[in-house]
């Protein structure tokens, strides 16, 4: 009865079968990794760093990564122009950061957010950078772009304000060499305060983490669709077979010129003519 697994119709779809289930199992499982780690980059992410940790050279650290952002740099320089970073809440507080671009001993300028201040932007409130050649601590950021949270995208702004840090906003605004980074100072500063590091782009569980997880979900439902619909047709082609054997399946119909010969009427003879009434002929 099972003979019919050999035929070339089965062989293509047991084939089929046989090659979909082991890839929807290793796409769902790469999937699955992807999304654990991510979950792992934002515990890494979310854990603080050692309040002795050692500050390690700005360059040694560069390009910022997964592992670097939030790292302590050091580098020296002097401080240059000073601007202000408006709608920037800290604590569910507004206020704005107090920027200042450094040029380091290097030649290449990076910019220092030195702390933040409640309210709004004012250079009046912004206290002046320190003269003369200084070493900064701080820690390692990641430039920002327009898709980064919580930055002011839109322009418009006034003279000395700066709505995203990063090096492509400062590139009309300095004649230096940027660095592709930005350092956060964690010690207080002139009365301001410092602002915490954030996070690395793409380690938070936010989208793209939880559409791994649903990518992973649907590779499994395509393993248990692919055995549902192999069980169904195998189901099938037996009932098929059992109904032949019992003498269940309707009759064959007959072939086409068969068909036409058993749907034809009988022809039917053509009536005889009646035969013309007999008239009386008149008495002579």
């Known amino acids: 009865m099972h003979r019919f697994l050999l035929t070339p119709r089965w062989w293509g779809i047991n084939v089929f079968v046989a090659l979909a ?7 769902g499982t790469w999937q699955l990794g992807r999304f654990e780690d ?3 980059s934002h515990k890494e992410a979310q854990a603080e760093r050692p309040a002795d940790q050692a500050a390690e050279p700005l360059d040694s650290l560069l390009p910022v990564d997964t592992k670097t952002s939030g790292r302590l740099a050091s580098t020296a320089g002097e401080y240059g122009q000073q601007l202000l970073v408006p ?18 001993d290097s030649g290449k300028t990076v910019p220092v957010v ?13 206290p002046a950078p320190p003269a003369g ?11 920002e772009n327009s898709g980064t949270k919580g930055v002011h995208a839109q322009g418009g702004l006034p003279p000395g304000q700066l709505g995203v840090i990063g090096a492509a906003t400062l590139v009309n605004l300095v004649h230096e060499p940027l660095y592709d980074a930005w350092l956060t100072v964690q010690t207080p500063v002139d009365g301001m305060t410092p602002v915490p ?19 992973t979900g649907e590779w499994f439902v395509f393993v248990a669709f692919v055995l549902f619909m192999w069980f169904r047709l195998y189901r099938r082609e037996v009932e098929t077979l059992r109904d032949a054997e019992a003498g269940l399946l309707p009759a064959e119909a007959p072939a086409p010129a068969d068909a036409d010969a058993a749907g034809k009427p009988e022809p039917t003879p053509d009536p005889e003519p009646e035969p ?3 008239t009386a002929r008149p008495a002579e």
Do not use: H
């Open 38 to 40: 991510r979950v792992g």
């Open 114 to 126: 030195r702390g933040w201040l409640p309210g709004t932007a004012d250079p009046a409130k912004a």
């Open 276 to 278: 013309e009434p007999a």
């Open 21 to 27: 289930i082991p890839f929807c199992l290793f796409m």
């Open 87 to 104: 709608e920037r809440d800290l604590d569910g507080k507004p206020g704005f950061y107090v920027l200042t671009l450094l040029r380091t």
């Open 197 to 215: 590091a954030k996070a690395p782009n793409n380690t938070g569980l936010d989208l793209k983490a939880f559409q791994n997880l649903g990518y």
């Open 133 to 143: 050649r200084v070493e900064v601590t701080g820690a390692l950021q990641s430039s």
